[in-house]
């Protein structure tokens, strides 16, 4: 099946600095990744859609500025967390579909524990 | 609007025992539903899919799902549950709004008894 690999799995900052969290489409092209945060016990919830060559579209009250998606290529999408603070401690988990549609089945990461100290 | 609700957060059910986790859709579109797997610290496995062919969807480990337009639900079931069953199960929905999305239930947590 396809795979997606994200990169780190854990990170730990400090409060004021920047983190950044890859994802790779290992066997596939990905025109289109997702971006999700999931709490604890808790389901996911989706930040942004990350579209390759172009901007990502952000969900109502994701702020665009403070969780910044770059999807440079076909394989690769990133969310770098800027001044990152204790609040922003969560999962991360980012997914991808070989090709895009509705109906197509989405491959997710192992998911990045980001924490902020 | 497109949603997807789990009705219930925590499912318990004795090893060998049937599973049922239900789910319902509310969609304006012959939806695509999904039920994905998570256990503990990992991301998300595709159990199943339906995309408007045959309404009785079989996946992996046993699972099967059947999609009632006239019930608006996509119940997961299995026969016959194992220890390693454990986990969170989410349904999901697929969108098309702009572009595509997908919403996600609320999640059931199924535990199995020994």
């Known amino acids: 099946g396809a795979v997606v690999s994200q990169h780190p799995s854990r990170v730990i900052c400090k409060s004021g600095t920047s983190v950044k969290i890859e994802c790779r489409s290992l066997?596939?092209?990905?025109?289109?990744m997702f971006w999700y945060r999931q709490f604890p016990k808790k389901s996911l919830m989706l930040m942004a859609t990350s579209n390759e060559g172009s901007k990502a579209t952000y969900e109502q009250g994701v702020e665009k500025d403070k969780f910044l998606i770059n999807h440079a290529s076909l394989t690769l999408s990133t969310l770098t967390v800027t001044s990152a603070h204790p609040e922003d401690s969560s999962f991360y988990i980012c997914?991808?579909?070989?090709?895009?549609?509705?109906?197509?089945?989405?491959?997710f990461g192992e998911g990045s524990w980001l924490t902020v100290v | 609007a497109q949603s997807v609700t789990q009705l219930d957060s925590h499912v318990s059910v004795s090893e060998g025992t049937p599973v049922l986790l239900r789910c319902n859709y509310s969609s304006s579109y012959s939806p695509s539903l999904f039920w994905y797997v998570q256990h503990p610290n990992k991301g998300l496995q595709l159990l199943l899919k339906?995309?408007?062919?045959?309404?009785l969807v079989k996946g992996i480990n046993g699972f099967e799902a059947e999609f009632k337009k006239s019930e608006t639900s996509f119940h997961l079931t299995k026969p016959s549950a194992h220890m390693s069953d454990a986990a969170e199960y989410f349904c999901?929905?697929?969108?098309?709004?702009?572009?595509?999305?997908?919403?996600f239930g609320t999640g059931t947590r199924l535990k199995v008894l020994a």
């Open positions: 997914s991808a579909s070989p090709t895009g549609g509705a109906g197509n089945t989405i491959y």
């Open positions: 339906y995309t408007s062919a045959a309404t």
């Open positions: 999901v929905v697929s969108v098309v709004s702009g572009t595509y999305k997908y919403i």
């Open positions: 066997d596939f092209q990905a025109t289109t």
